[in-house]
């Protein structure tokens, strides 16, 4: 696999380094798409919470590999029986074998698989394939955001303008949190752009598909969020919450306790203005 190199070394991450996990996250899509016709399906939590044999697969396969490539990391999957805490490690690798397992089970192509890497509690190179499209986004801070497509050559993405501070944004929210803060919808300011996996998500950003991507109720897993929020950081874009300018990755949990943010330049501002609670003044 032909990528063009920006730098040639990020945190001790080797240009050799990051074309060998972008494979690696193809060869794990193309596995859960050659699995996904009558894959067995389980519940989580319960009906709204599913995982699949493909989840579980594809996350032995990428933990053993990039275990065997990167011997004194530490590697956490989603999958993982037990989630044991990464305190002490510096570098952290945080995987979501499958990111929406619902859209993998519906086949509606918006899932991706998804790796990053944080080295000392900063989210420093992702990588989000999606395998409806064959496309793999990648990069990180000082690197840049990248894209490639089969047989085509990689694309640096362009920085994105400033957001219009008094202009409507296009917001791009998962489905269970909107329905918990159903006030966004009507919102003056707020135009809902719809889709699926996370890393998705934020490529909809960064081909100017959206303008911010956000969460607000709290819940999202640090896998959920390293590799997009490296990509976007490799673009200069927003990374943080409505209280904080930057996104944390704690070692003692693998909970963002607050919103997440992602989008152009001015996205913070922007969603501190119009999207805190109705009764914090945001209408």
């Known amino acids: 696999m032909k990528l063009v190199p920006a730098v040639t070394e990020v945190d001790g991450l080797s240009q050799d380094d990051?074309?060998?996990?972008?494979?690696?996250?193809?060869?794990?899509?193309?596995?859960?798409?050659?699995?996904?016709?009558?894959?067995?399906?389980?519940?989580?939590?319960?009906?709204?919470?599913?995982?699949?044999?493909?989840?579980?697969?594809?996350?032995?396969?990428?933990?053993?590999?990039?275990?065997?490539r990167f011997p004194d990391d530490t590697i956490v999957s989603e999958e993982d029986d037990v989630h044991s805490s990464s305190k002490g490690a510096s570098r952290?690798?945080?995987?979501?074998?499958?990111?929406?397992t619902d859209n993998y089970i519906k086949?509606?192509?918006?899932?991706?698989?998804?790796?990053?890497l944080v080295v000392d509690l900063k989210p420093i190179f992702g990588w989000v394939f999606a395998p409806a499209n064959m496309t793999i986004y990648y990069g990180g801070p000082g690197y840049g955001a990248w894209k490639k497509q089969l047989n085509s050559d990689a694309v640096r993405f362009k920085p994105l303008p400033q957001l219009d501070q008094e202009a409507p944004a296009r917001v791009i929210m998962g489905y269970r949190d909107r329905t918990s803060h159903p006030w966004v919808k009507e919102h003056p300011k707020v135009v809902l752009v719809k889709g699926g996996s996370i890393g998705l998500k934020v490529a909809k950003v960064l081909e100017d598909s959206a303008d911010i991507f956000v969460h607000l109720s709290g819940k999202l897993k640090t896998w959920d969020t390293a590799g997009p929020a490296a990509i976007a950081l490799g673009n200069n874009l927003d990374v943080g919450s409505l209280d904080c300018d930057h996104l944390a990755f704690p070692a003692d949990t693998i909970k963002h306790a607050t919103s997440v943010v992602m989008g152009r330049p001015g996205s913070l501002k922007w969603s501190r203005k119009y999207l805190r609670l109705p009764a914090q003044g945001a209408l």
């Open 92 to 100: 952290v690798w945080l995987v979501d074998p499958i990111d929406g």
């Open 107 to 116: 086949n509606d192509g918006q899932w991706s698989v998804m790796i990053g």
């Open 18 to 68: 990051i074309v060998f996990v972008c494979e690696l996250a193809q060869e794990a899509g193309i596995l859960a798409a050659s699995m996904r016709e009558g894959v067995e399906i389980q519940e989580k939590t319960g009906p709204q919470d599913r995982v699949t044999a493909a989840d579980f697969e594809l996350s032995r396969l990428i933990v053993r590999v990039l275990t065997n």
